[in-house]
């Protein structure tokens, strides 16, 4: 018998693991509920509860198969090895199957499951789902890790060439097995899991069903990629993918994503419009950002990738900060970003590299409390291209952008969101104001009567202070 344990990769297609438990034998399938490991995870509720729903999804696909899926809720991961060993035991099952997840915490949990396995002669097969080349394969000529995404992307594109990542075949229906003997355990939903938790309203934004990120996919290749390199940096603008929460949750795979990008090509690397090489470079920084990870694992402990910046005096602001994460701060581009992301989970990247500059250097506050506040809210919450995206604009990361080059979010507003229309969707209270005044609303009249915040900081000034700091380590 085998177990195939689906974690942060809940669908059926194109399933490294699936695929290779199903060619093994007869499976069953588990999914491990973790909220106080989650919680120190800062997963956002918005993304737990997106996991739960597709949970659901899974469960039925799963019985199209006659693949039976077992539920265990086991609070902290430091207990998982006993209680997968025992479960393991109960089914008669030899051999576990799963998906490399790349976190330190995970490859220590996987890593104590394996050394458990081995004392009752039971294994755990890992494989390599979430990226298109296995991590630690991609290498330069002196057999080490790239820093530098230009120089790593050229290797991906060679490889490209010789073939494209292929999806692994769909599975046949199982043969049915009955789980009498034990406790399957239930799939819930979010609000039994957090029954004193506000109730997570985004279930329309944020659709999960077993086509739905295939048809955002199917649509995005046939109607916006061709418009995705003029259009991808304006914020009003619906021109993105909107894939990143299901990429993140496994909902669709990376391979899938670059299958559909060259369809047309049948699937030979041959790139024929600039959105599609663009849009194929932003699956690249994400790939980039998960080697990272791998490769120099201090950044998933709170280590700025260049060790010198942790020098760096930080500002503990505790108003500041708040006015930033409640969209607060009396720049409308910066407060427009961040009621986004309250409100929908989710942030157009453009503005999520400008209000995170805006905290990191006019701020100076400490991009680890962006990140976190990031993670906490975001439905997309990942931690290699979270912390990726917040040390390149802290200037702390792998290849990241100059600490002198730090953006003017009132220039970045008016270059971005030209008549404002972004910042009047999410900051209301400026909707009446003209083209030109919305960006910067005081700044012909600092009387003027808005019921809107004063700017909370002096962007010229600020902007000298972050470079001093940055010049003294
Ligand atoms: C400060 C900061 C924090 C971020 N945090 C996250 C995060 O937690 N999770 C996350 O998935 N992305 C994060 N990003 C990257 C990027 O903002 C989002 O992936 C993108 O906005 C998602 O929208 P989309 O799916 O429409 O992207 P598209 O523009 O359609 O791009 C397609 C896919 O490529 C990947 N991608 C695109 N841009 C990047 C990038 N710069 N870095 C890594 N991958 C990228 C994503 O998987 C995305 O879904 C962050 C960026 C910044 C600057």
């Known amino acids: 018998m085998q177990l195939i344990w689906f974690r942060q990769d809940l669908r059926i297609q194109d399933h490294a693991a699936l695929w290779h438990a199903a060619q093994a034998g007869p499976c069953i399938a588990l999914v491990v509920i973790s909220p106080e490991q989650w919680a120190l995870h800062n997963d956002a509720a918005v993304k737990i509860d997106f996991y739960l729903r597709q949970l659901q999804v899974l469960k039925t696909q799963l019985k199209n198969l006659n693949i039976q899926l077992v539920i265990r809720h086991i609070p902290f991961w430091k207990d998982v090895p006993q209680v997968v060993l025992q479960l393991t035991e109960q089914l008669k099952v030899n051999c576990i199957h799963a998906n490399i997840e790349l976190g330190v915490n995970e490859l220590k949990r996987d890593a104590q499951i394996q050394k458990l396995l081995d004392k009752y002669n039971k294994s755990l097969e890992l494989y390599h789902d979430r990226t298109l080349f296995p991590v630690g394969s991609i290498r330069n000529k002196s057999q080490q890790p790239y820093q530098v995404f230009s120089a790593f992307k050229k290797n991906c594109y060679e490889r490209f060439s010789v073939s494209l990542p292929q999806c692994y075949p769909q599975i046949e229906a199982q043969p049915d097995l009955q789980l009498d003997s034990i406790d399957q355990g239930a799939v819930c939903t979010f609000a039994e899991l957090y029954p004193n938790h506000p109730a997570i309203e985004l279930q329309d934004c944020w659709p999960v069903s ?3 990120a295939l048809t955002l996919l199917d649509d995005f290749i046939n109607n916006k990629v061709i418009h995705y390199e003029e259009e991808r940096d304006f914020p009003h603008l619906d021109s993105t993918s909107q894939l990143s929460p299901y990429l993140n949750s496994g909902m669709i795979s990376i391979r899938q994503c670059i299958q559909a990008l060259f369809r047309r090509q049948h699937g030979h690397f041959h790139i024929e419009h600039s959105g599609q090489q663009t ?7 994400r790939e980039f ?3 990272i990870l791998f490769d120099f694992p201090q950044v998933s402990k709170h280590l700025p990738f260049k060790a010198d910046t942790q020098k760096i005096h930080w500002r503990d602001q505790a108003e500041d900060l708040a006015a930033w994460q409640q969209g607060q701060t009396g720049i409308p581009i910066i407060d427009a970003g961040m009621r986004q992301l309250l409100a929908t989970g989710w942030m157009h990247n453009r503005v999520r590299m400008i209000t995170a500059m805006f905290l990191t250097k006019n ?3 400490d991009w680890r409390l962006g990140e976190q506040w990031f993670m906490q809210h975001l439905i997309d919450g990942d931690l290699a291209a979270n912390n990726g ?3 390149w604009c802290a ?7 100059p600490y002198f080059r730090i953006f003017n979010p009132i220039s970045q507003s008016q270059k971005f969101d030209a008549n404002g229309d972004y910042i009047r969707q999410w900051v209301p209270e400026l ?9 910067e609303p005081y700044a012909k009249n600092s009387n003027l009567a808005l019921n809107y915040p004063k700017p909370i900081a002096d962007l010229k000034e600020t902007r000298v202070r972050a470079i001093e700091a940055f010049k003294s380590i």
Not at 395 to 401: A, L, Q, R
Not at 431 to 439: F, M, S
């Open 279 to 285: 849009w194929l470079d932003e699956l690249l920084w």
């Open 210 to 212: 077993a086509e739905y």
């Open 389 to 391: 995206g917040w040390q």
């Open 363 to 365: 701020l100076l506050i």
């Open 395 to 401: 200037s702390t990361g792998t290849d990241s952008v």
């Open 431 to 439: 909707a009446h104001l003209d083209a030109k005044t919305i960006h």
């Open 289 to 291: 950002y998960q080697h």
